[in-house]
């Protein structure tokens, strides 16, 4: 009886552990706009969790209103040259309800140095938004977890 309890404690970490590792290496950053920063990893390479390569960094704001508004930066913390990417990044507001994950995708637009857009209402929190961007042939993907 207590290795069943000891499996099936074990098995309920596990996932969620995983999902809390994030995308590309850990950051201690402080935002430039007051938000949450995070890695920008290749989209290929997300799986590899903290693991993944640091490409740039990605500074995330809310409004109250429900608008969102992505910086791009380098490694420094330096603005990019928004040449360098699309006019529009794809983006992904997930949440769990119920032990079921909920996907609501959004467009961002680059406008006034941040790709802006309005971000569907979460089903709960924490929530998550994945973001990807393409620079060239190349999509890359900023995952902002455990928003509230």
Known sequence: MKALLIVAALSLAAPAAAHDEGHG????????MGG??????????????????LQYKAELTRSDDGTVRVYLYDTEMKPLEPARFGKTAKAVLLS????????????????????TGKAPKAASKPFNIDVNFTEGKITLLAAFDGLD
């Open 25 to 32: 290496p850990k950051l201690t950053d402080g935002g430039r």
């Open 36 to 53: 949450v920063v995070t890695a920008v990893v290749l989209a290929n390479e997300a799986k590899l969790g903290t693991k993944a390569a």
């Open 96 to 115: 769990q309800k119920k032990k079921k994950w909920s996907q609501a995708p959004f467009t961002l637009t680059f406008m006034d140095g941040a790709f």
